[in-house]
């Protein structure tokens, strides 16, 4: 466990997976999230979907990259068939709209590339109710 850790994330034990088939960019928010998540690597919708079976997750984010290949649908559809995940979608850049188009599809919001820490680490906590004791407007969140 990494200094700065809040002990009772640590042992609340929320499931994340990353699914991206860029095995360096899973790696990265893989290690952003893992000192406070259990968190997944998974390189396709269909292994999230398999792994799901047996590790219901409590959030996926999802690469853009993986969305434009399968279609918005797949927001929604990942959703449903991993027992009611909440999706983040991460994408290459906030001013294409793609963010609020995932939003739209039945995403909780979105990130957008470059990557912080500290963003993705806050943006997480928001989705899965964990009151960080900081106040953030739920538009800068890019929430619904």
């Excluded at 047996?54 to 434009?68: G, H, N």
């Excluded at 559809?77 to 709209?97: H, M, P, R, Y």
């Excluded at 004791?133 to 739920?138: N, R």
Aim: proline share 3%.
């Amino acid at each position: 466990m990494q200094i700065g850790v809040e002990l009772s994330k640590a042992v609340e034990n929320k499931r994340i997976f990353v699914v991206d088939d860029d095995e360096i960019f899973r790696a990265a928010l893989q290690f952003m999230l893992h000192d406070e998540y259990e968190t997944h690597e998974i390189s396709s919708v269909d292994a999230a979907i398999e792994k799901a079976r047996e590790w219901k997750p409590d959030l996926i984010l999802l690469a853009e990259s993986v969305v434009r290949a399968q279609g918005l649908p797949v927001v929604q559809q990942l959703g449903s068939e991993t027992g009611g995940a909440k999706i983040l979608v991460v994408v290459d850049d906030v001013s294409n709209g793609f963010g609020a188009e995932c939003v739209g599809a039945g995403a909780k919001g979105f990130l957008a590339k470059p990557l912080k820490i500290e963003f993705v680490r806050q943006k997480v906590d928001a989705v899965l109710g964990r009151g960080t004791g900081v106040t953030i407007p739920l538009a800068v969140l890019n929430m619904r």
